[in-house]
Antibody
Framework: EVQLVESGGGLVQPGRSLRLSCAASGFTFDDYAIHWVRQPPGKGLEWVSGISWNSGSIVYADSVKGRFTISRDNAKNSLFLQMNSLRAEDTALYYC?????????????????WGQGTLVTVSA | DIQMTQSPSSLSASVGDRVTITCRASQSISRFLNWYQQKPGKAPKVLIYAASSLQSGVPSRFSGSGSGTEFTLTISSLQPEDFATYYCQQSYSTPWTFGPGTQVEIK
């Protein structure tokens, strides 16, 4: 069974940092690109960042570019999101989601499995 | 960036009704359009990919159609477990973008 389990969320002050993790199991981790998608409370979905199977290709939404860094450790079946200079508008439930493909920006891709999310709250 | 819109933003329907949700893209995305279902407190789940391909395990009452800039998700006979929010998402080019969602409620 495919499982994605996020952790690392919490309450953080504006301007501070937080590191999210996503532990994967039930599939061959390095056969897939993986993404972070977030959802502010009561609102819609926003794609944040994605990383290809071998970390060779990484993409970010403009809203987080320069502040967030995605990475993965295939030996540990883990995905990470380092979030710096956090803002109130980064408050959201952060999901990791598996790509249907190896590549991160492949046309026609979709998110075929999702974790349950970890909540990040940025507030003074 | 490609902007996605959905209509309606919400609808009320009864069990057994046929329901149609429309998604529009700000430019042509060919057939690179996916549909997700999200129930309260749960993660999204993919229903349809590539505009009309049914994801494995998804009931056949769900179907998708369209190409270019206009797409539809149809539920042929609404079931109690289908009450949820539905999102479209374009996979034509990054940044991947989602529609604002359509909430399907019980009448």
């Amino acid at each position: 069974e495919v499982q994605l389990v996020e952790s690392g969320g919490g309450l953080v002050q504006p301007g501070r940092s937080l590191r999210l993790s996503c532990a994967a199991s039930g599939f061959t981790f390095d056969d897939y690109a993986i993404h972070w998608v977030r959802q502010p409370p009561g609102k819609g979905l926003e794609w944040v960042s994605g990383i290809s199977w071998n970390s060779g290709s990484i993409v970010y939404a403009d809203s987080v570019k320069g502040r967030f860094t995605i990475s993965r450790d295939n030996a540990k079946n883990s995905l990470f999101l380092q979030m710096n200079s956090l803002r109130a508008e980064d408050t959201a439930l952060y999901y990791c989601a598996r790509d249907s493909q190896l590549t991160v920006a492949g046309t026609g891709t979709y998110f075929d499995f999702w974790g349950q999310g970890t909540l990040v709250t940025v507030s003074a | 960036d490609i902007q996605m819109t959905q209509s309606p933003s919400s609808l009320s329907a009864s069990v057994g009704d046929r329901v149609t949700i429309t998604c529009r893209a700000s430019q042509s995305i060919s057939r690179f359009l996916n549909w997700y279902q999200q129930k309260p407190g749960k993660a999204p789940k993919v229903l349809i990919y590539a505009a009309s391909s049914l994801q494995s395990g998804v009931p056949s009452r769900f179907s998708g159609s369209g190409s270019g800039t206009e797409f539809t998700l149809t539920i042929s006979s609404l079931q109690p477990e289908d009450f949820a929010t539905y999102y479209c998402q374009q996979s034509y080019s990054t940044p991947w973008t989602f529609g604002p969602g359509t909430q399907v409620e019980i009448k």
